[in-house]
């Protein structure tokens, strides 16, 4: 990707939680962008889903991390990857759920509500981690501004290249939390219903920001590999649309595996 001379300078200020406070790596990188040289190297985008039922695992915090490096050190010789992680809504949308049934929520107004949970647990993991929140800007129509998010309302963008291409720079030493929720709510093309989850989701970046690959980490039993996606929808650890969305959309390559058994994961073959 080549870069465009006016394009803003990307800071870690820049990738702050909603809440205020900018996600620093160390004092030392506080005012300074965290960028890796690839001018003799390659990148891949890829993207972690971490199901929101494994935010209440005493030992999530510690098991992510043991995920975390083992999936880093899967690279491709001379390949560096840019890790992109999606957090489920867990307890937060099951409450959602409960209100839509108690209060009679339209599901436009419930997909809104768990879009606005997944914000919220994106910052938590951000914070607990020490990982870079990263706000994926809406994709608006033609000749919109392309640009970068920030702390107050994302921008909406036409093109995501400068966005990818500076996403890409930032140092694979950690990987990136995404907060999707402005995007996602602004996509039309998402149904606004139960149908699309976080899987979905995390598929939908995947393929939104052309990344090579997707790993869903699930408090689901070890599977053998390959397994098919019927097995898996059949057993309901991915959503209604996920089917639809990965034969429809761009190629990614999709695994599965049992958060609490690193490093038994599984390949997902899209045909039956």
Partial sequence: MHHQSDRRILRLDAFAAVLGQPIVMDESTRDQPARADLSHSQYSLRVIKLGGSLLAMPNMAEQLALWWHYLAQRRQSGEVDRWLIVVGGGAIVDTVREWEQHHGLTSQV????????MKVTAQMVSRLMNWPLVILPPVGNPGA??????????????????????????????????????????DPTLPESWDVTSDSLALWLAQLVGASSLVLLKAVSPLETPVKLGKICGLGWVDAYFS??????????????HFSHCPHISQVQRAD
């Fill in 145 to 186: 501004a392309a640009g970068i998010a920030t702390k107050s309302e994302p921008q909406i963008s036409h093109d995501l290249t400068p966005w990818i291409d500076d996403v890409s720079q930032l140092s694979s030493e950690h990987p990136l939390v995404v907060d999707l929720s402005h995007a996602a709510a602004a």
């Fill in 244 to 257: 639809r969305m990965w034969s429809e959309g761009p190629s990614v390559e999709v695994q599965i595996a």
């Fill in 110 to 117: 419930s997909h809104h509500l768990a879009l606005a949970g």
